[in-house]
């Protein structure tokens, strides 16, 4: 949201069904070489061999810095596209908004409105220790 807080405004604002993934719940997911692992077998996919190569730049990257600890992009592809009987996804819908301009301390930061009628989804907890086969079962599995 810091980033650009007036996009990340717009979307909120939009009629887009929207799941927000909070630092935390990232954070839960970063374990890279668990995955970098689960990818390594004989039949691996081209897929497989691309995320792998992938995922071994982003723990190098994860290595040097902290600020890197963290893998929301994968996280947000399973929370999205997996069954959720393994993952166990826990949703509460909250009335939120982007504060968008003017004070560079708030600057894209996130509040509840109690005045807005449409919620977003925001992931509170979920089975971070499937995520890692999960992932890579997709990847692995040729159909």
């Known amino acids: 949201m810091f980033l650009d807080p007036l996009a990340a405004k717009t979307i909120f604002e939009s009629s887009l069904d ?6 935390p719940m990232q954070r839960k997911v970063t374990v890279i070489p668990k995955i970098i692992n689960r990818l390594q077998t004989k039949n691996m996919t081209p897929k497989a ?21 963290h893998v929301g992009e994968i996280l947000g592809e399973l929370v999205v596209a997996s069954d959720p009987n393994i993952l166990k996804p826990t949703f509460e819908i909250e009335h939120l908004m982007v504060y968008p301009q003017g004070n560079i301390s708030k600057d894209g930061e996130i509040i509840v409105d109690t ?9 509170k907890d979920f089975n971070h220790v499937s995520c890692y086969d999960i992932f890579a079962s997709n990847l692995i599995e040729r159909k």
């Open 18 to 23: 929207i799941t927000l993934i909070p630092l």
């Open 115 to 123: 005045n807005k009628t449409k919620g977003i989804k925001v992931l």
């Open 49 to 69: 061999i691309f995320t792998q190569r992938l995922l071994m730049r982003l723990y190098r990257l994860q290595q040097k810095s902290h600020l890197y600890r």
